[in-house]
Structures are given as C-alpha cells and as structure tokens.
C-alpha cells in the first residue's frame, strides 16, 4: 500500500515533505529528488483524485531507455490496475506495487506516500 | 534423379524473370537444394522482378520495391545467382551451357527465357527514338528519351500497348496510339467494346489511330520522326514504343535443336519437358498444345510443375485459362473464356450496351442457357468476379442469366461467397481455392493478413484482393469470429464510432467520455486518440487541464522526448522559407543552450538536448523571433515542403513556395489521426517529392494539380492524382474536404495511405466525396475546417503567457538542479548524449 494514515504519519520520522498540492497534476505525474537509506533517488508522483489511494510514489527513473522519464507517462489502467506508460518504449507498470506488465523481471521500487495539511509527504 | 549422398547434380535454370523465380521458390519449398547444385543465369541486370506491375515504376516504385525476392535468399538457400550473364549456347553433346564467361555443365536444365516485344519489319523502325516496353532497362530508356520529346506514340493498341500509352502519358508527352487492326484490344474486345474504350481512351487526351499500318519511319519535320502509313497519311513523334505482340526467346532452343512450334515456342510436355527430357520449359518461351500463354499465372503452373518433375513428383501443367480482369488508362476491361463466343458452336450470346454511362458487358452461354463459357466486359467490371466465378467452376446460371449484366435489377442474384464451392479458385496466380482458404482458417488463420500469409493467395497481381477478402469475412463470420475492432479495453468503439460520439454528443472531455461510453481509467492507447478527436473537433489548446493528461509526453511537452529524456525544439519554418535573420537566432538559440542542431528531412532546423526545464526560455526567445511552434510533436500538420518555383528556376510555372507558406499557414494546428505531411513543387520536375506526400501539390501550366495518399516512411507509397489543374482556391476546398473526411473516418493511427487503401470504393469513392459532393457533407467538412483553423493558437505562445501551464515545465518540483543523470559528450564540435 502506498498511502499512510495520519497516525502514521505523526509516529515515523523518515518522511520528507517534497511539494504542495499545487505542484500535483491531476491525473498525471511530477518527478521529485529524494534521499533514500541507499542513497539518492527520483520518484514519480502520480495523482488520481477522486480514485482510492489517490496519490503514488514510484521510481521515476525508467529501467528500459536508462532514462529518468517515468513522471511524464499516460496513466491509465490495465485490466482495472492502475499504471503507467513509459513514455519512451511504452512498457507499463502498475502503480501500486511497480510491477512491469511486459516483463515479470522488471519491477521499480514504490513509496509510501500522502498528503497532509497541503504538503505531499513521502516515507523513504 | 540420383540418392542425395551422391556428388549433387547440376540444375541450371536460364532466365531470372518472374517464371524463372518462381521456380526457384517451389524448388526450395520442395527441398531440391539440398540434392542439386542449382545455378541460375540472367541476362538482365536485375534479380527477377515483377514485370506485371511494371509501370509502377513509372509511379514511384524503384527497382528494389520491384524485386521479387532478395540475394541474400538465393545466397542462403546456396543457389548461384549470375546476373547480367547471357546463356549463348547450349552444348547438348557435352551437356554444357556458354556464356561469355565461360561453360557451366548440367545435369538438367530449365528454360526461364520468356519472351521479346516483336519490333515489325518496318524500314526505320530501328532509328534511335524507337523503343520497347518490357524490362526495367527498357523503362529507363524511354523516361530518358522522353525528357528531350514532347509527343509519343505507341504502336500496337493491346494490353501491354495501352499500358505503354498511360506510361508516355504519365512522363507528360502527347500520346497517340497506333493499331493495325480496326480497334483496340482486338484479342479481348469486339467492336462495340473496341469503340467503347476507343470513347475513353480519347477522352482522357491519347490520340486513337485504328486500321494503320505503318510503312516507313523517316525524320519529321516539326518532331524527331515522321510516321507513314499505309495511306500515305503521316504522323510526327518525337519517340515511338513499339507494342506489337511478344515473340518467345526460344533462339537457345532452336539452336540446340530442340522441337519448336511453328511460329516458335519451345514445345513441352505436361511435365513441361522438352523434346530432350534432360531439358526442361517454362514461361512464356514454352509452347504447351499448340499454345503459348502470355501471362503469369499460367507460368507459375508451369513452375510447379517443373520443379515437382525435377524432384521426382507427378504434377503436371493442365493447360490454363487466359482470363483477364484489367484496369488500362482507367478503364475497366475484362475478357473470361471465350469472350467472342466464336469458339463454342451453338453458344448464345447476351448484351447490353449503355452508351451514355459508357458500359458494356457480354455474355455467352451454352445453348441450353445453363453454362457460362465466356463474358467480355468494358467500363465497369464490379461482375467480374461473379462471372468469372460462374465460368470456372461451371456453376448453373441464374434461370434468366441477362439478370447478371442488367444493372441495378431487383433481385439480381449475387453470388455470394459461401455459394461457392471448396473448388473454386480464388487466387489464379498461386492457385489457391477456397478450400486451402478454409484450411488456413481452420488451421488458425484469424484475419485476411494471416489467411495471405499461409496461402499467399492475394499476393500475386492482387486480382483477387476483393473476393478474397469477402471469402475470408463470410468463412470467418460462419466460424463464429467477431472481428473485435474496439480501440482498447476502455472504450469498445472504433475511432471512427468515438469520433461521431464525440461530434453528434458534443462532449468536450475525455472524463466525460469515458464515464458515458467507456469504463476504467483509459490508457495510453485511448487517451492520445480521444485527445486527438477533440482536437480535431475543437481545437481547444492541449494544455488545458482537461487534455494535458491525455497526451503523449510529446504533446504534454510540446517537444520530442529523446532517448536520454531531453527534448528536441522545432518551430515551424513554413514552407522551408526562412530570413537570414531568423536562421541566425536558430544559430544563437542552439549555441546558447547547447543544443545540437540538425537541419530535418522537413525542410526545417530541430534543436537537440533541451532539458524540459529550459524548455520554456527556449522558445520565448524563438518566439520573441517571430517562431511559432512546429507541431514536430504532434499527430498532426507537420511540414509543407517547396521547391523554389517560378520566383528563381528558369523551369518553375507556378509560385510553389507561395503555396506552400499558403497551406502550411492554413493547416497548422490540425491534429489528425496520424501525422499530415505535405509538398508543393512548382513543376513536373517534383523537386518537393510531393508525390510522396499525404497531400501534394504540382504546379501545371494552367494551375496545380492535386495528389493524395503518398507516404515515405516504412511503408512507401505513391500519392494518386486527384484533380488536375486547379486554381487556388478549388485546389484549398479540396485540400479542407479531403482532410476533414480523413480525420472523420480514419482509423487510430492510420496515415491517409493506409485510409485509402482500406477505403471501399477507392479513389473513386474519394473523388466522389470531394469533387462530386455525393454524400453532400462538403459545406460540413469546409464549415469544420474552417473552425479548427479560427481556433489556432500557437501551442506555446499560450503555455508561455500561462504561469499555471509552465509549472510543469520543471524536471522536479523540489530541485532545481539538472538531472545528474542526463550526461553529454561532444563529438564533430557538437553535443550528444554520452
Ligand atoms: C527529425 C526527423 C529526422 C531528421 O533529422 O531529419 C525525424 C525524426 C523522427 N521521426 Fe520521422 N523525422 C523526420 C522526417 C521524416 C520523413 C521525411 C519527410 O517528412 O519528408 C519521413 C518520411 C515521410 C513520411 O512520413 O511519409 C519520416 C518518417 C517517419 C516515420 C514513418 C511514418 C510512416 O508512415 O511510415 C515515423 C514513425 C511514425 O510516425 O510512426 C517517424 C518518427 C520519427 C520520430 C518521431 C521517432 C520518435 O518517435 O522518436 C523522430 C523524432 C523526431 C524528434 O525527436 O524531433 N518518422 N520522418 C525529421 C523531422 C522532419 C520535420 O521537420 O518535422
Ligand atoms: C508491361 C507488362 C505488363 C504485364 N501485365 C501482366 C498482367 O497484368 N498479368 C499477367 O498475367 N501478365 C502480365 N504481363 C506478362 C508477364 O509479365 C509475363 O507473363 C511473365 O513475366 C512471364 O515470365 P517469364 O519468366 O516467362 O518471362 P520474363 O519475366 O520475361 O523472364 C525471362 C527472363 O529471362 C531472361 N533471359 C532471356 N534469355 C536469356 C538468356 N539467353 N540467358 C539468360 N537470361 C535470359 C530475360 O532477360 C528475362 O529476364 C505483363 C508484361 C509486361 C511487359
Ligand atoms: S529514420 Fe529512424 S532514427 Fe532516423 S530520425 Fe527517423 S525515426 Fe529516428
Ligand atoms: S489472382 Fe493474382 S494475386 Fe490472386
């Protein structure tokens, strides 16, 4: 699951605040700079409002071109899963768990993610 | 024939044109190369290509999309290719074949020599200027002739005659046709036929001379010949293609003493061997009881049967039917059986004849009214198939067969596909019937591309496309397979079906879209092309709210994604007409932001490497400049290419760069269901390469002339002549016409080339559309244009002035620092990825 509870939220300590919702685009995605106990990483956030979870917090860098493009993907569904498009060679990968729909080998990481008081938050 | 562990023996085959290669297909699928040693001579520079179609490479079509086959497939096949090597001599003591490079020995071999266009003994007909019509080399030689000639002549009115005719008009000349007999075609037609497309023919301008014989050739006086009858009337040309029947090249038999014909031929048996078994015929140098057989299909029997003798099998050639189904200057011809009806005592004949609509067709049946043994068809040959299907399988006619011929009867009966029997040949040229069709299908042949594919059925000379397809349709319908056309799983609509949804409902959204007639959350299929009917209807900027999701990220960005996630910037350069002054800003941009610069195949400059955060500066300077953005991105206008025209080339008549900033101008901004690409060139010249445009435009004396449906790209193909000689604005309502019922009809991605081909009716449905109006949408199609072009705003002016919309031109939300990972290297003094 990527959405964390407002209980959660106060509990934990590793989420980082990255924008506003402002900076969100409806049912499409933005790419964001985050640490990560591996180091530095991009995510891709994608935002579906009025869907269950609304927010997703994914790899934005795409395994296929070597390409950090994975924000500006076409969301959509496959088979009633929501993903993404890789805009460069159009594999797709599901948002909630990164899972590639062309290939069983190629996963990307995901994030836990929310919104609270305005801010998108993300657990890394 | 010896066991396969012996020393191989030696096949040779001489003549690599389309009978010969046939051969070697049906050898190989048979396994022979692996026991034969397997030469192969042709004189011709060539490898063997498809002489039926010819003079499309008068349209377009180069030696390479002519060939039928590759030398790599000979090479792994182990086949021996020797091209532009004559066999001279056939030395049947030693069992060897000379040619100028040396003797080859054979164990068996194949006669593949086809045949030559008869020249008649006529003093001068061997002046330079006079030609043939049969090989590419041919070809060359009259484009080449014809540069410097402006009328021409073809001798001989036949089918290969009047196809020559269309070639002589095709390359510009003022074309006349000279035939001896006293009308044209006289193997195929009669003489109410015969006048019929004498009517046509003249009509479309070629010149129709009947009863001439030609008695001299001599110099002209205002041309480069004078041509003198019998009459002593005269003709002058500047270049004559003489198309007075084909001869067999049989000179190798003949000389090696094989039995001949008496008017030539090399005489075959049924397992097409001559009269030494070791030496086999095929084609149209081989004589088979008493007949030789000018066309492909028969050849391709001849083939197979050659190549099963050779591989010890029992097929033999049981003769083949000469019916002809032919388009020729535009005019349908069809001839089936005894068309004449002179060869079958007894035989009764029905005709009709309409003057006024200009057809003609013909029947003759048995005496007792039940068999059909022959039909003759001018100007229209939508019966054809039925016909001929009523011929070749002896089907019972109609108990009033007159109903086949009249038109619009009620209750004509049509013979649909499944009254067919499995028997019944679909394809004559490689012999597949409707029962092997069935097989396929059975065997898990899906769709008509699969169907080919396994039968190769359709893949000849195409006659057959369109029973085929309804035979596939009808066998596929009664299996029970519903062609799911649906354009993803989101929406269980065609395009088409969305586009009429979207423009009958008014709905402006893609939510709004998919909540009444879809489901689920849409996809990258369905998205780009719900935004791309919008457009097309609305026009409304893509980077609103309501469409930037739908868009590819080339849409979304305005800009072409990289393989390194940059983008490349190209404005719009219309008509490739650009100042010095501009060209230096695309110079300062470029070196500013580091871009690698590279001039397109678009007659305009694309700008490399552009991070999407500088994307945004980038083109506020280009438009500062004047630049508009070039839709490179988009399915949609993209460029409309010139050549200079009258202003500057001694050769221009007519102002193409004008017209080209005209249309581009016009239809910036249009989205479309696949790109739209254009030309206009300001002479038959065609330094624009309109002809391979989706629309393009070639200046004529009198004004422009309009092609459709040309595409470059993977899949090359030649645009039609539309109209011809148009002025400005009948060539802009045609152009608004055509391009609006392509947008409205279209498949998802379907380039107008493919639209076409896959539209019924054709060209000619096509112009009816536009030209005639028939469906009486024009004011419509011209009203809409019209609204897509009020509503054009340059894509980036508006995000630019837009805060809200250049939020997102920022590579991440929390960082203004490059992506790391986006790494260049220079090379030639410029930038790429590393
Ligand atoms: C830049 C350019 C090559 C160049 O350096 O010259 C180019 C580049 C691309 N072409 Fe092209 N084509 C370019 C001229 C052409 C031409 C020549 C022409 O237009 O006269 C053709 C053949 C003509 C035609 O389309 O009929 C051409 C036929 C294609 C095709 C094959 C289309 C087809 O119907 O078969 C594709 C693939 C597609 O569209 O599906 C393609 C696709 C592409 C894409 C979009 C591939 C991609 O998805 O990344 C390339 C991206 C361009 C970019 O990032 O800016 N490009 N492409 C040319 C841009 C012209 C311009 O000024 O806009
Ligand atoms: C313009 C045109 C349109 C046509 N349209 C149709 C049509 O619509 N439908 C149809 O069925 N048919 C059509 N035909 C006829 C069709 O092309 C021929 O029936 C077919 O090509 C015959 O094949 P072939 O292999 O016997 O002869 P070819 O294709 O002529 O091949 C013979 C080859 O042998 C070579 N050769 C000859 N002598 C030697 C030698 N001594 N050594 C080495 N090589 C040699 C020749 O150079 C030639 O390449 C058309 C022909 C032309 C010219
Ligand atoms: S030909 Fe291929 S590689 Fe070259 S620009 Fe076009 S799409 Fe790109
Ligand atoms: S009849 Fe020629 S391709 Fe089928």
């Known amino acids: 699951m990527t959405t964390a509870t407002a209980e959660d939220l106060i509990t934990s300590n590793d989420w980082q605040s990255l924008c506003t919702r402002e900076d969100l685009v409806a049912h499409s995605g933005i790419a964001a700079r985050i640490e990560t106990r591996d180091g530095p990483a991009q995510v891709a956030i994608f935002y579906l409002p009025g869907h269950a979870p609304e927010l997703y917090a994914i790899d934005h860098h795409d395994p296929f071109s070597g390409a950090n493009v994975i924000a500006r993907g076409i969301i959509g569904d496959v088979a009633g899963e929501p993903a993404v498009a890789s805009p460069l060679y159009k594999q797709h990968f599901r948002l909630r768990d990164g899972q590639c729909v062309e290939d069983e080998q190629v996963r990307l990481r995901t994030w836990r993610v929310a919104l609270r008081d305005g801010h998108v938050l993300v657990q890394a | 024939m010896k066991a396969s562990n012996a020393t191989p023996q030696n096949l040779i085959i001489v003549g690599n044109g389309m009978v010969g290669h046939h051969l070697v297909e049906q050898l190989i699928e048979r396994g022979a190369h692996r026991h034969y040693r397997i030469r192969v001579f042709g004189e011709e520079r060539h490898l063997a290509y498809d002489r039926v179609h010819l003079s499309e490479y008068f349209n377009g079509r180069d030696a390479d999309d002519l060939a039928l086959s590759t030398a790599d497939y000979y090479a792994e096949h182990g086949i021996e290719l020797h091209l532009h090597e004559a066999v001279t001599d056939i030395d049947r003591n030693t069992r060897e074949l000379v040619t100028p490079q040396g003797r080859y020995a054979y164990d068996r071999l194949v006669l593949a020599t086809g045949s030559y266009p008869f020249v008649p003994p006529i003093p001068g007909g061997d002046r330079d200027g006079c030609l043939v019509y049969r090989t590419l080399d041919d070809l060359d030689a009259i484009r080449e002739a014809a540069r410097s000639a402006t009328t021409g002549v073809v001798v001989g009115g036949g089918l290969l005659g009047l196809e020559a005719a269309n070639a002589l008009r095709g390359l510009d000349l003022d074309t006349a046709v000279v035939e001896f007999a006293p009308r044209l075609m006289p193997m195929q037609v009669d003489h109410e036929g015969g006048e019929l497309l004498r009517e046509k023919i003249e009509a479309l301008g070629v010149q129709v001379l009947t009863d001439r014989a030609t008695q001299h050739i001599e110099n002209g006086d205002t041309s480069r010949h004078r041509m003198v009858f019998q009459d002593d009337k005269r003709l002058e040309t500047d270049l004559i293609v003489f198309s007075a029947g084909i001869r067999p090249r049989d000179e190798l038999a003949r000389h090696a003493g094989l039995a001949m014909g008496e008017r030539g031929g090399v005489v075959i048996d049924d397992r097409c061997q001559t009269s030494d078994p070791s030496i086999l015929a095929v084609g149209e140098v081989a004589l088979w009881q008493g007949s030789i057989f000018g066309l492909v299909a028969p050849g391709y029997q001849m083939a197979k049967a050659a190549a099963d003798t050779l591989c010890g099998g029992e097929l033999t050639f049981e003769g083949a039917d000469m019916s002809t189904k032919l388009k020729l200057l535009g005019v349908d011809v069809g001839a089936i059986g005894d068309a004449h009806g002179d060869r079958s005592p007894g035989a009764r004949q029905f005709r009709y004849f309409d003057q006024l609509k200009q057809v003609y067709r013909k029947l003759v049946v048995s005496s007792d009214g039940k068999k059909l043994l022959g039909a003759m068809l001018v100007g229209d ?240 300077e280009l438009i500062e400049a004047g630049f508009e953005t070039g839709h490179a991105y988009g399915k949609a206008t993209r460029t409309v290419k010139s050549c200079v025209g009258s202003t500057w080339c001694r050769y221009g008549v007519q102002d193409s760069v004008g017209m080209a900033i005209r249309l581009e101008n016009r239809y910036k901004g249009l989205r479309s269901p696949h790109k739209l690409k254009f030309a206009v060139s300001g002479c038959t010249r065609e330094c624009a390469e309109a002809q391979s445009k989706d629309v393009g435009v070639i200046a004529t004396e009198h004004g422009w002339n309009l092609y459709v449906c040309g595409n470059g790209g993977m899949r090359p193909r030649h645009a039609e002549l539309f109209a011809t000689d148009l002025d400005d604005d009948t060539l802009i309502r045609y152009i608004d016409r055509f391009l609006m019922f392509y947008v409205r009809t279209a498949d998802r991605l379907q380039r107008t080339s493919v639209w076409r081909e896959n539209l019924e009716g054709g060209l000619d449905y096509l112009k009816e559309v536009v030209i005639d109006d028939s469906l009486g949408l024009g004011d419509e199609l011209e009203r809409q244009m019209q609204t897509v072009i009020d509503n054009y705003e340059c894509e980036w002016a508006g995000a630019l002035s837009d805060p809200e919309k250049l939020k997102r031109f920022r590579s991440f939300v929390n960082d203004e620092r490059p992506d790391p990972d986006i790494i260049v290297t220079e090379e030639r003094g410029q930038l790429r990825p590393a």
Not at chain 2, 512 to 528: A, N, Q, R, S, Y
Not at chain 2, 602 to 608: A, K, N, W
């Open chain 2, 381 to 620: 040959n939508a019966t054809y198939d039925t016909l001929m299907q009523y011929y070749a399988n002896g089907l019972e006619l109609p108990a009033d067969p007159a109903s086949l011929i009249l038109p619009n009867v009620e209750g004509a009966p049509a013979l649909g596909p499944d009254a067919l029997p499995d028997t019944a040949s679909i394809c004559s040229c490689h012999n597949v019937t409707k029962g092997a069709i069935c097989e396929a299908i059975d065997a898990g042949c899906d769709d008509l591309g699969a169907v080919k594919a396994a039968t190769k059925a359709s893949t000849g000379c195409g006659g057959c496309a369109a029973l085929l397809k309804s035979v596939v349709d009808s066998e596929l319908e009664a299996r029970g397979v519903e062609v799911d056309q649906s354009i993803c799983e989101h929406f269980a609509h065609t395009r088409q079906a969305l586009y009429s949804i979207v423009r009958v409902e008014g709905i402006k959204t893609f939510g709004e879209l998919i909540e009444k007639h879809g489901h689920g959350l849409g996809c990258d299929i369905c998205k780009p092309a719900v935004a791309s009917i919008l457009a097309s209807c609305f026009n409304e900027p893509i980077t609103d709210a309501a469409h930037v999701p739908l868009q590819d990220t080339n849409d979304t960005f305005m800009a072409n994604m990289q393989k390194n996630g940059t983008y490349s910037v190209v404005p719009r350069i219309p008509g490739g007409e650009i100042t010095p002054s501009k060209l230096r800003v695309l110079g300062e941009v470029g070196e500013k932001y580091g871009l690698y610069t590279k001039i397109t195949g678009g007659q305009r400059v694309d700008l490399f490497g552009a991070r999407l955060e500088q994307l945004p500066d980038i083109w506020a």
